[in-house]
C-alpha cells in the first residue's frame, strides 16, 4: 500500500529555516518521484519541488530556488525539505505527493499536481513577522 506522511511543519520567523519529512512506503524512487507541494488559503496547490529515480533528478519552483533543497534518505525511505531564508509567502500547508504508476516520472521537466496522487495529511507552516 502506498503511503506518504508529512511531519516536521511549525511557526518560524521570517527569515529563518525549517526541514519538512516525507516518509514513504509501498513503492521506491527508482521510476517514480515525489514531489513537495504547497497550499495558502485561497489559493491553488502549487508544487514546489520534486526528486525521482535513482540519479537523484530534482527541481524546483522558481519561487524557491536558491532557499529549499530537497534531499533523500534511501535507507529510511524519507525525502526532506529544508527551507532557508523563510519569507512570509511561504506560509501554507505543506504536502507530499508521488507520481507511484506513472509512465514516467514527472520531475526533470515538470511536476505538476495532477500527475500526483497518494497525499499525505500535510504539515502546516507558518511564518510570522
Known amino acids: 500500500q502506498v503511503q506518504l506522511v508529512e511531519s516536521g511543519g511549525g511557526l518560524v520567523q521570517l527569515g529563518g529555516s525549517l526541514r519538512l519529512s516525507c516518509a514513504y512506503s509501498?513503492?521506491?524512487?527508482?521510476?517514480?518521484?515525489i514531489g513537495w507541494f504547497r497550499q495558502a488559503p485561497g489559493k491553488q496547490r502549487e508544487g514546489v519541488s520534486c526528486?525521482?529515480?535513482?540519479?537523484?533528478?530534482?527541481n524546483y519552483a522558481d519561487s524557491v530556488k536558491g532557499r529549499f533543497t530537497i534531499s533523500r534518505d534511501n535507507a529510511k525511505n524519507t525525502v526532506y525539505l529544508q527551507m532557508s531564508s523563510l519569507e512570509a509567502d511561504d506560509t501554507a500547508v505543506y504536502y507530499c505527493?508521488?507520481?507511484?504508476?506513472?509512465?514516467?516520472?514527472?520531475?526533470?521537466?515538470?511536476?505538476?499536481?495532477?500527475?500526483?496522487?497518494?497525499w499525505g495529511q500535510g504539515t502546516q507552516v507558518t511564518v510570522s513577522s
Open positions: 509501498g513503492f521506491t524512487l527508482d521510476d517514480s518521484a
Open positions: 526528486i525521482s529515480n535513482s540519479n537523484g533528478i530534482t
Open positions: 505527493a508521488t507520481d507511484w504508476g506513472a509512465p514516467f516520472p514527472h520531475c526533470r521537466d515538470g511536476f505538476p499536481v495532477p500527475e500526483f496522487g497518494n
